[in-house]
Structures are given as C-alpha cells and as structure tokens.
C-alpha cells in the first residue's frame, strides 16, 4: 500500500528537521559545558598575567599570544601559496592526466593526520634546518598541514566561478591575469575566505603538530626561535598531567570564544568586500 | 555565386577558411568578404558552424584545447592567425555580445569601464565618465540606468542586462562588433531598441550578426550568408538573398521550407 504524500512529506519535514535539531543541541550543549566551567575562572588577571607554578595559578597570557601568532604565521605562509597554486591549477593548466595527479596527491594530503605533519617538522625544520622547538618551526609545519585545504577548497571557489565571465573578459581583451585579478578572484573569495578560516581553525585547534614543532613554553616569545605554547596546548597538557582543572577549562573557554571571534570577524570583512563591490 | 567585391573595402576577408575542433570540422572551406561599416547577417540553422565562424574572427575558439585553423581569415588585410598576430590585441579591436546576456558581476559603471580599463594605459575619470554616457545612449540604456549607475549589472532585465553588454562593447571603441543571436531571449520592444542602435553603429562599426531569427536577419543586415553544415551556402545582398536566391537550399531555409 501506498503512503499518501501528506505524510511522507511529515516524515520528511520531521526526520531532516529532527536531524538538524539533534546537530544543534549537540554543539550547543558542548559549547555550553565548557563555558558553564571555565568562564567563572576567567577573569582580567587570568587574561593578562603569565602563568605561575606550571599554570596551576597565574593566567594565560603568553599563550593567548602565542595562539595568536602561530596560526597567524601559518596563515601569512600558506595562504600566498595555496590561493597561488589553486589558481595555476585552475587557470593556467589544461585539465591533463598531470593536474588530476597533483589533484589527487593534495586530497591525500589533506587526509594525512596532523602528527605526520609534526613528525615531518620535528625531523625537518626542528633538526634538519636546525630552527628548534620554535614559533617558525611551528609556522612552517602548520602551513605545509594546511596548505592542501586551501589549495582545494580554493580551486572549487575558482572553479564554481561561471565560465561565461572568463569568456566575455578574454573576449574584451583581457589577458588572464587580468581575468583572474578582476573578475575570477573577487567571485571566489567567500569559498576562499571558507577554506582559509577550516585551514585557520585547524591550526588554532592543532596539539600533536605544535608540540612535536613548536615546544611548550609557556612564556612570552621574544623572536620567531623563542618556542610558544598555544592554548589548545595548554588546555592539553593541564588536563592530562592532572595540573588543573580549573585553569583547563578556563583556557578552553577563552579558545571557543576566540575562534567564534574570529569567524565572526572574517565573515564580516567578506560581507563588507561583497556589498561593497555589488550593490 | 555573389558579385566580388573590390578588395579595399573589405573589413573581414575570408579566404577558404577551415575550423577544426581536434578532428571534427567546424567550419569548411569558408571564402567571403565584410564590407566596412556594413552589417553582415549570417542565418543557418544550429550546428551550421555561425557561432564557430563568429568566434574564429575574435579568436576566442583559442579557449577551445583542440582548436586549429587552415586557410586565411584576415581584418585589415592583416591575417588574424598569423604566428604573430597578438590575440590580445585582436580583441581589443573586436567587441563581442554573445547570446546570454553575461553582464560581469560589478555595477554598471564598471561593466561599461571594464574594456577601456585594461592594459597599461587606463583613461582619466572624466574622460570614463563620458565614455559610459556616450556608450549607453547609443546602446539605449542611458535614460533607463542613469541614476543608478553604481547597481550592480545583474540586478538589471534580461533586455537591459543585454543593451549593457552592448554599451560595454561600445565603450572598447573596437572597429568591429560580433554579435552572437543577441536578441534570442529578449522581448520585441528590447529587440526593436537593439536593432535601432545596431543601424546607427554602422556608421562607425563592421557588424557582424548572428541570428536564428531570419526576420531579424531581413531587417537590419546589408548583407546576409546562409551556413549549412559548415560550409557557406550562399552570400549576397540581403534583398536578393531573401527574395531570388540562387542555391535551392538557401530558398527552403528563408521561406522556413526546413531548419
């Protein structure tokens, strides 16, 4: 027997709103958890005093800033990059048995996980190049970690750009430079802008890279050879040494509220760019 | 077939033109001439190789991977595929409206700026600011858009987005302008303004039409050449073509007869 369509259309409206619903309360209510924990803990001082007695007292600082600069330098690398490469890829290459190799090598190393990257690090840029447990090792491994996301995503943004507006620039005159500069890059800027800011949260985010990379101490850096400590990294080690509880989930608040600070602000400055350009 | 015209007052010179996508053939053995400040339509039903032909004289078939040419195409005399022939350059001297019409997602000032903004020399403001009326009077747009200039293109109708791309073309100041069925998915009335201001251009330009609409090829073309399959059926005064043409075909076609 059939089911009427008014009520597979319930079932639908039910089952894919259920769905989204269940996803929402799930963050919600871990975002809630560890605000409801951490926020009483932090306070001005927590914010702006160095950590004491291993981060048992004291605040956190030194890592505030050294979350700030570590994805910061990974951006300032792998950025240039990757948008570089994705338009090579995308508009300078014919589609060739070459550019499906170099697609598929970038989605695996997207996948590779994070602690190969830091390996990788640790033998390369820590002891090869001899740039120690550093702010610049640190960068550097969480570019190259990065680096394929935003190749990728960045050559769909290219790629969903409509090829007609390729067609009518070349067609005036354009070089392709003068394409991509004018018209391809500004249309694929909010899926670049997406890409960056995965790429972005990785590295805010990253523990096992940044520890094999970067070292862990927690003090203020002084140059790109003095090792950082970020906040996921604190977060890590107070919570599996057992040192505080406390002081754990007031880093972990501190963490949320600044990656939802800077999506907000990344999405800002694209809608300010977008409306500016087309009203 | 057609009464040869003196070679001097051809702005587009075919001769035994071929266009080859990888092995199949788009275009064969073309030979015909433009007349400076004329307007050459050109009919034939889908397939016929009237886009490939339009394309060939910009050369914007160059996109396509598996493209090359034999015989001669020539603007000026000059041979357009000539290993030195930059197609930048030819572009810019050569303005195209293709069948959608593709305002780029800027406003309408940008839009109309967009050519004469390329390259290393770049007009003062003032002097853009008249290109873009001058532009979009002849392209019937001016009184339409003049107060909101700094819209985007794409929040425009069908049939001003396509006088838009009209006013764009203009404002290159190219010498010659392709045009691609660009009244295909407009209204009468925007069809009426487009062919009005393709009448005047003429004074200036070498227009060459494409259209699937033989009425509109009767109405405002000088000339006209029927395609089939590739091969050009037939070329002559627009007058004759429609009313005594020579090849039996070409009389099926205009009297709707098949295509």
New interface residues.
């Given amino acids: 027997m059939r089911v009427p369509p008014k009520y597979t259309q319930m079932a639908a409206i039910t089952l894919l709103g259920g769905a989204t619903l269940l996803t929402l309360a799930v963050l919600v209510f871990i975002i809630a958890f560890v605000l409801e924990k951490g926020l009483p803990g932090v306070t001005w001082t927590f914010l702006s005093a160095e950590p004491q007695d291993m981060g048992r007292a004291g605040g956190i600082f030194p890592i505030i800033v050294g979350t700030l600069l570590l994805p910061l330098l990974a951006l300032v690398i792998a950025l240039p990059l990757g948008v570089g490469s994705a338009v090579y890829l995308c508009e300078y290459t014919r589609e060739t048995r070459l550019t499906r190799v170099i697609r598929f090598g970038t989605d695996c190393l997207a996948g590779i996980p994070s602690i190969i990257f830091g390996l990788f690090g640790l033998v390369f840029f820590v002891g090869i190049l001899h740039l120690g447990w550093s702010l610049l090792s640190g960068g550097l491994t969480l570019a190259i970690m990065i680096l394929p996301t935003i190749i990728r995503t960045s050559e769909e943004a290219l790629r969903a750009v409509p090829y007609a507006y390729r067609e009518v620039s070349c067609s005036m005159g354009a070089t392709r430079w003068e394409t991509v500069r004018r018209v391809v890059l500004p249309n694929a800027l909010p899926g670049i802008v997406t890409g960056v800011m995965l790429g972005l949260g990785r590295c805010i985010s990253e523990t096992a890279a940044v520890i094999f990379t970067a070292g862990t101490v927690a003090a203020m850096p002084t140059s790109a050879f003095d090792s950082v400590r970020t906040m996921a990294v604190h977060f890590y080690l107070l919570a599996r040494e057992g040192i505080s509880n406390e002081k754990a989930y007031g880093t972990a608040a501190v963490l949320i509220l600044a990656v939802l600070l800077v999506n907000l602000a990344a999405y800002w400055m694209m809608h300010a760019f977008i409306r500016r350009r087309a009203r | 077939m057609h009464a040869p015209l003196p070679t001097t007052d051809a702005k587009i010179t075919a001769h035994e033109f071929c266009l080859f996508f990888g092995k199949i053939q788009a275009l064969r053995n073309i030979t015909l001439d433009v007349r400076r400040n004329s307007i050459l339509g050109i009919i034939g039903p889908s397939g016929s190789g009237k886009t490939s032909f339009l394309r060939a004289i910009?050369r914007?078939n160059d996109?396509h991977?598996a493209c090359h040419t034999e015989g001669l195409l020539q603007l000026d005399q000059t041979d357009i595929y000539h290993p030195q022939c930059d197609p930048?350059?030819?572009?810019?001297?050569i303005?195209?409206v293709?069948a959608?019409p593709?305002p780029?997602?800027?406003?309408i000032y940008e839009n109309v700026v967009?050519?004469p903004r390329?390259?290393h020399h770049c007009p003062p403001r003032a002097e853009l600011d008249m290109l873009v009326e001058r532009s979009l009077r002849a392209a019937f747009l001016w009184d339409e858009v003049k107060d909101r200039l700094?819209?985007?293109g794409?929040r425009l109708s069908g049939g001003q987005q396509q006088r838009l791309c009209l006013a764009?073309?203009l404002a290159?100041q190219a010498e010659v302008i392709l045009l691609d069925e660009p009244c295909s998915g407009l209204d009468p009335i925007s069809t009426a303004k487009i062919e009005e201001a393709l009448t005047t251009l003429k004074a200036q330009h070498t227009i060459v039409l494409v259209t699937n609409n033989t009425k509109q090829a009767a109405r405002v073309a000088d000339e006209t050449a029927f395609f089939l399959m590739g091969e050009l059926v037939e070329h002559g005064p627009t007058q004759k073509l429609f009313t005594v043409p020579d090849d039996p075909r070409t009389n099926d076609y205009v009297t709707g007869r098949f295509g």
Avoid: C, D
Avoid at chain 2, 104 to 107: G, R
């Fill in positions: 910009n914007l996109l991977p930048v350059a030819l572009r810019k001297r303005g195209m293709f959608l593709i780029l997602p800027l406003n967009y050519g390329l390259g700094h819209t985007s794409l764009r073309v290159m």
